[in-house]
């Protein structure tokens, strides 16, 4: 239950911060960004290692590799755009995956 509850924190901060980047935001705020979100798709990646699931794992772990701070890509803004609202619904979605599965594991 923990683990569902912090898989969930983190999803709903991520989307906050994706949804923040879609407004004109200092480029500080991007930098911050990039950097949490490498960690916390990291965490969502090995989360879904450890449970097996390989979909949510390789689309986090992506992820993970698209968002790093260290190799930036230069996709322009409006890429980015797209990409932060394809992530913000993927992990809402996924809230809402995790959320069905863990009702139907308790009946």
Do not use: C, Q
């Not at 911050?32 to 699931?53: C, D, P, Q, T, V």
């Not at 993970?64 to 609202?85: E, S």
Request: a positive charge; proline letters at 2%.
């Amino acid at each position: 239950m923990i683990d569902f509850l912090i898989k969930n924190i983190i999803k709903i901060t991520l989307s906050l911060l994706f949804i923040g980047a879609l407004f004109k935001m200092p480029y500080n705020y991007y930098e911050i960004m990039r950097f949490i979100g490498m960690i916390g798709f990291a965490i969502l990646g090995y989360k879904e290692l450890e449970k097996g699931s390989k979909t949510f794992m390789i689309i986090w772990f992506g992820s993970v590799l698209l968002i790093n701070p260290f190799f930036k890509l230069a996709l322009g803004r409006t890429v980015w755009n797209v990409v932060d609202v394809i992530w913000v619904i993927l992990l809402v979605s996924s809230i809402f995956i995790g959320h069905k599965k863990s009702k139907d594991l308790e009946k």
